[in-house]
């Protein structure tokens, strides 16, 4: 995020603004988990591939015992994933998605014929709970990188389901009161509410700060860790 903490500018024009070390870093916590996340704006607005990098990342998976490629999974409240995004034409790994009772009937029926499987959790939001144990039994995710958008995170945190924030700084102040932030949606109305965080670490390297924060006492099982490095995509999970 910049440092007044923004993910991307109030159009979205710029949402990719981390170093090459960034980059690296982001490949770096892919090679940790079994799957990689993020929400269906961030898919529909570019470039997404959810995939582990370059081959030394891949070997680097192997050697911890994990499999080559990580799965992908979206989240979508309605189901509103296009699908004939890059992600979809790569085919080295499974792609789940998690919706909602929102999402329509057509919506479901298109993205059969694209995704690897569906699965509906929650009527009006998705019941994190409820999905985080699916994956883990039917998928065996024990442990998932989740990397965006600010409405998605947001969504996580309040149900206690993050256990790590990996959160890179980097040296601009975008402004704007529409401009979209690590945690958006409705937010917290009393500090009591708010998520707790201790800074577990926290490195520069040229002017980045790398800092891995550990959220105390999330409420839900389960394994989550969100990143906002700003070399991946930001866009908001509207849909």
Known sequence: ???????????????????????????????TVDAVMCGAGTINAGDVHLDPGPERYRRLRKKRGLAEYNLRVIASGR????????????????????????ASGRSLERLA????????????????????????????????????????????????????LHLT????????????TIADGVGMDRLADAVQLELVSMRQTAEELFCVFRVLSPKSEGAI??????????????A
Request: hydrophobic letters at 40%; one cysteine or more.
């Open 113 to 164: 014929t694209a995704a690897d499987e569906i699965v509906v959790c929650g009527s009006d939001s998705i019941d994190w709970p409820a999905a985080l144990g699916w994956l883990r039994k039917r998928w065996n995710i024990t442990r998932l990188l989740c990397e965006g958008g600010g409405e998605l995170n947001a969504s996580l945190f309040c149900a206690g389901a993050v256990d790590e």
């Open 1 to 31: 995020m910049t440092t007044d903490g923004k993910i991307a500018t109030s159009n979205r024009a710029v949402d990719s603004f981390g170093s090459k070390r960034d980059l690296a870093h982001l490949y770096e916590l892919r090679a």
């Open 79 to 102: 189901g509103l994933v296009r699908t004939n995004t890059p992600i979809f034409a790569e085919r080295h790994s499974p792609i789940i998605v998690i919706t909602t009772a929102r």
């Open 169 to 180: 700084i980097c040296p601009y102040l975008f402004g704007g009161r529409h401009a979209p």
């Open 225 to 238: 860790i969100t990143t906002n490095s700003p070399r991946q995509r930001a866009s908001q999970n509207r």
